[in-house]
């Protein structure tokens, strides 16, 4: 059973910065696509990056060029968020872009104007 823990979110101001760290555990392999997805209150989930083990990475339009994710090379996962706004309020959770049905608590990051 995998299972993801996400860390690192917290309040921010507009225009300030955070940095997401995700673990996963409960596999031997590695997770070849793994993403952040967030979900705002009264909103759906969604996929906002995700990273392959080739490293090449893949934004939604609405994070490009703000956020940025890496990972290492067995299962964790990084987001560097830079010139955060409002909109970007969620719970912040990471999975394989197929997700496993497990889902971790996820971290909150809230973004005040």
């Known amino acids: 059973q995998v299972q993801f823990v996400e860390s690192g979110g917290g309040l921010v101001q507009s225009g300030g910065s955070l940095r997401l760290s995700c673990s996963a555990s409960g596999t031997p392999f590695r997770i070849y696509n793994m993403g952040w997805y967030r979900q705002a209150p009264g909103k759906q989930r969604e996929l906002v990056a995700n990273?392959?083990?080739?490293?090449?990475p893949n934004y939604a339009d609405n994070v490009k060029g703000r956020f940025t994710i890496s990972r290492d090379n067995k299962n964790t996962v990084y987001l560097q968020m830079n010139n955060l706004k409002p909109e970007d309020t969620a719970v912040y959770y990471c999975?394989?872009?197929?997700?496993?049905?497990?889902w971790g608590q996820g971290t909150q990051v809230t973004v005040s104007s």
């Open positions: 999975n394989a872009v197929r997700p496993y049905n497990d």
């Open positions: 990273i392959a083990l080739n490293n090449n």
